[in-house]
Nanobody, 123 residues
Framework: VALVESGGASVQAGGSLRLSCVYI?????MGWFRHAPGKEREGVAG????????EYVDSVKGRFAISQDNAEQTIYLQMNSLKPEDTGMYYC????????????????????WGQGTQVTVSS
C-alpha cells in the first residue's frame, strides 16, 4: 500500500504546517501518528472516510485538523499553533480492520504506514 507523506519542515513555535498523504486506496481508518525521540509512537488524528468522523489526541485538539480529499486521494493534517512538544516524525497510517477511531489512535499501531515526514518546532 503506497502512502506518500510530505509537508514536514522546521518551524518556530506558534507557526503552522500542513502535512499531506497521498494514497492509492481508501481504508476504513486513515490518520496520522507521530514518534518523538525517547517517546512511544502516538496517534494524533484519525478519520473515518465513509462518515468523515474525526478523532484527535487531547494534546492537539483545537490546534490540528484532519481532512480528506477523495478527488485528490489525499489526507491532510493542518497543524496550527505548533509547540516544541509537537516535534517528531509524522506518519500517515491506514487500517482496514479498526473498529473505533479513538481506540486505533491509542493503540499506536496500524496495518500500513507511510515513510514519515519530519516536523521540528523550535521555541
Amino acid at each position: 500500500v503506497a502512502l506518500v507523506e510530505s509537508g514536514g519542515a522546521s518551524v518556530q513555535a506558534g507557526g503552522s504546517l500542513r502535512l499531506s498523504c497521498v494514497y492509492i486506496a481508501s481504508f476504513k481508518c486513515m490518520g496520522w501518528f507521530r514518534h518523538a525521540p525517547g517517546k512511544e509512537r502516538e496517534g494524533v488524528a484519525g478519520i473515518f472516510p465513509i462518515s468523515t468522523l474525526t478523532e484527535y489526541v487531547d494534546s492537539v485538539k483545537g490546534r490540528f485538523a484532519i481532512s480528506q480529499d477523495n478527488a485528490e486521494q489525499t489526507i491532510y493534517l493542518q497543524m496550527n499553533s505548533l509547540k516544541p512538544e509537537d516535534t517528531g516524525m509524522y506518519y500517515c497510517a491506514v487500517d482496514r480492520s479498526c473498529v473505533e477511531l479513538k481506540r486505533w489512535l491509542l493503540r499506536g499501531t496500524s496495518e500500513y504506514w507511510g515513510q514519515g515526514t519530519q516536523v521540528t518546532v523550535s521555541s
